[in-house]
């Protein structure tokens, strides 16, 4: 399943990066050819050559013709630089240097069929492989599809942070920087292919990312109360049956991605067989293959979740073991995040014209449910290592990543519990202070 969407994906990419149509051949009868080396090179002319020799020879490493002028009309002058520049080319190539100089989208093009046999081998996620086709999207944007790598100055990329600010204003420093790393790796695996010299690297001015001011912003309570009370009964303005459809699965969505905190790719690939049923309660495993951190884990969700699940199995049409929870209208595969993104995008449309930018942000994305779900249980006390266990993150990641708590909320909680004060020194004395006579606002 996976093989085949991959390979139609590569396919989608080729086609939107091709290459531009051959301009029509120029007539160029040869008049006088000669072959030497039993017919490895040779030298001829064309009609057209303006009695100037021309040399040519066949490249079997890059299975291309070789072909360039000699700049001279005189045969036996042909001759001597026909031979050095033979024996140049042979060795040169023999030695594993290309002569020709790969395309940025042929570049691109190994450099995903590469990534795809790593993904075939479940050494990346589908997640990443589809992160490094985005990213590379923006790389031929930059340089062009039909740009020669070779001719590409190495410091050329310090442009790089500019083009994106330019196309995007609000473009992240965290994109950028994983797209420049995939770029970066791109180069790694032409210099191992020879595609580039092996002093290629390119350059791009580091710069600093504030992590907590990158970080995406988590719902607000009163947020999440419109977005869930908006997205309840979005379905009634659908367009037809198929959107119909897609708007009660965002809905369905949205709750249990705020309710398991799972990453978006993580609850999107999952299948029926992830999940069992145990009384009140679910147990869903989410395998390594379908995971960001490459790891596989096992949660148990309430039975709240487990109302969510059965609801979207009850609105499906493809409901077998192996079938996607979140499956297409039409087919037994799993449906295309797009239709999420549309429907939630519409949503996010239509709060925006009921409600205003104080009440509600509109610039919050799906991926904001899971840092409000750990925000709200960092608030509720819950034991921060037991935490980024189950969300499949790290501790770091808790408190710079996905802590929406702010310092007057940790001081309320603070202030709700009876704290004990030792004074050191000529006094022992334990001082309580309690937080029921001070109200914060």
């Given at each position: 399943?996976?093989?085949?969407?991959?390979?139609?994906?590569?396919?989608?990419?080729?086609?939107?990066?091709?290459?531009?149509?051959?301009?029509?051949?120029?007539?160029?009868?040869?008049?006088?050819?000669?072959?030497?080396?039993?017919?490895?090179?040779?030298?001829?002319?064309?009609?057209?050559?303006?009695?100037?020799?021309?040399?040519?020879?066949?490249?079997?490493?890059?299975?291309?013709?070789?072909?360039?002028?000699?700049?001279?009309?005189?045969?036996?002058?042909?001759?001597?630089?026909?031979?050095?520049?033979?024996?140049?080319?042979?060795?040169?190539?023999?030695?594993?240097?290309?002569?020709?100089?790969?395309?940025?989208?042929?570049?691109?093009?190994?450099?995903?069929?590469?990534?795809?046999?790593?993904?075939?081998?479940?050494?990346?996620?589908?997640?990443?492989?589809?992160?490094?086709?985005?990213?590379?999207?923006?790389?031929?944007?930059?340089?062009?599809?039909?740009?020669?790598?070779?001719?590409?100055?190495?410091?050329?990329?310090?442009?790089?942070?500019?083009?994106?600010?330019?196309?995007?204003?609000?473009?992240?420093?965290?994109?950028?920087?994983?797209e420049l790393t995939t770029i970066k790796k791109?180069?790694?695996?032409?210099?191992?292919?020879?595609?580039?010299?092996?002093?290629?690297?390119?350059?791009?001015?580091?710069?600093?990312?504030?992590?907590?001011?990158?970080?995406?912003?988590?719902f607000e309570i009163p947020e999440y109360e419109?977005?869930?009370?908006?997205?309840?009964?979005?379905?009634?303005?659908?367009?037809?049956?198929?959107?119909?459809?897609?708007?009660?699965?965002?809905?369905?969505?949205?709750?249990?991605?705020?309710?398991?905190?799972?990453?978006?790719?993580?609850?999107?690939?999952?299948?029926?067989?992830?999940?069992?049923?145990?009384?009140?309660?679910?147990?869903?495993?989410?395998?390594?293959?379908?995971?960001?951190?490459?790891?596989?884990r096992v949660i148990l969700a309430n039975e709240?979740?487990?109302?969510?699940?059965?609801?979207?199995?009850?609105?499906?049409?493809?409901?077998?073991?192996?079938?996607?929870?979140?499956?297409?209208?039409?087919?037994?595969?799993?449906?295309?995040?797009?239709?999420?993104?549309?429907?939630?995008?519409?949503?996010?449309?239509?709060?925006?014209?009921?409600?205003?930018?104080?009440?509600?942000?509109?610039?919050?994305?799906?991926?904001?449910?899971?840092?409000?779900?750990?925000?709200?249980?960092?608030?509720?006390?819950?034991?921060?290592?037991?935490?980024?266990?189950?969300?499949?993150?790290?501790?770091?990641?808790?408190?710079?990543?996905?802590?929406?708590?702010?310092?007057?909320?940790?001081?309320?909680?603070?202030?709700?519990?009876?704290?004990?004060?030792?004074?050191?020194?000529?006094?022992?004395?334990?001082?309580?202070?309690?937080?029921?006579?001070?109200?914060?606002?």
């Amino acid at each position: 399943m996976v093989i085949s969407r991959t390979k139609s994906r590569l396919k989608d990419f080729r086609k939107n990066n091709r290459k531009p149509e051959k301009r029509k051949p120029r007539n160029q009868k040869v008049t006088e050819s000669y072959a030497y080396f039993d017919g490895r090179y040779k030298i001829f002319r064309t009609a057209i050559s303006n009695q100037v020799y021309h040399f040519h020879t066949y490249l079997r490493n890059e299975k291309k013709t070789f072909r360039r002028s000699l700049q001279t009309t005189d045969l036996k002058e042909a001759e001597k630089r026909a031979e050095t520049m033979y024996f140049d080319v042979q060795s040169q190539s023999n030695s594993g240097k290309r002569i020709f100089s790969l395309s940025a989208r042929e570049l691109a093009e190994k450099y995903i069929e590469h990534e795809q046999k790593r993904l075939n081998n479940d050494l990346i996620s589908i997640g990443r492989f589809r992160n490094i086709e985005a990213h590379l999207k923006h790389y031929l944007r930059f340089v062009h599809t039909t740009t020669s790598i070779a001719n590409i100055d190495p410091k050329f990329f310090n442009d790089y942070l500019g083009h994106r600010k330019k196309i995007k204003k609000d473009v992240r420093l965290t994109t950028i920087n994983n797209e420049l790393t995939t770029i970066k790796k791109m180069y790694e695996f032409a210099r191992e292919e020879k595609y580039v010299p092996p002093d290629y690297f390119i350059k791009y001015e580091k710069f600093k990312i504030d992590k907590k001011a990158e970080s995406r912003d988590a719902f607000e309570i009163p947020e999440y109360e419109i977005l869930i009370s908006y997205s309840k009964h979005f379905h009634k303005y659908a367009k037809n049956e198929e959107d119909e459809y897609y708007c009660k699965l965002m809905h369905l969505f949205i709750l249990l991605m705020s309710n398991l905190g799972m990453r978006f790719g993580e609850l999107h690939n999952l299948q029926y067989e992830d999940i069992k049923f145990i009384k009140n309660i679910v147990q869903i495993t989410i395998r390594k293959e379908k995971t960001k951190v490459r790891r596989e884990r096992v949660i148990l969700a309430n039975e709240k979740c487990a109302e969510y699940l059965k609801r979207v199995r009850k609105i499906s049409k493809f409901t077998s073991r192996t079938s996607y929870i979140f499956s297409s209208y039409r087919k037994d595969i799993i449906c295309d995040k797009s239709n999420l993104y549309r429907c939630y995008q519409r949503l996010i449309e239509r709060i925006s014209q009921k409600k205003t930018s104080a009440e509600f942000d509109v610039t919050k994305t799906f991926y904001c449910l899971r840092h409000f779900f750990i925000t709200i249980r960092l608030l509720q006390n819950v034991n921060t290592y037991k935490l980024a266990r189950y969300c499949g993150t790290s501790l770091k990641e808790i408190q710079m990543t996905y802590d929406g708590m702010t310092s007057l909320e940790a001081s309320k909680e603070i202030l709700k519990s009876q704290h004990s004060i030792k004074r050191f020194g000529d006094f022992n004395e334990y001082f309580d202070y309690k937080s029921k006579s001070v109200e914060l606002k």
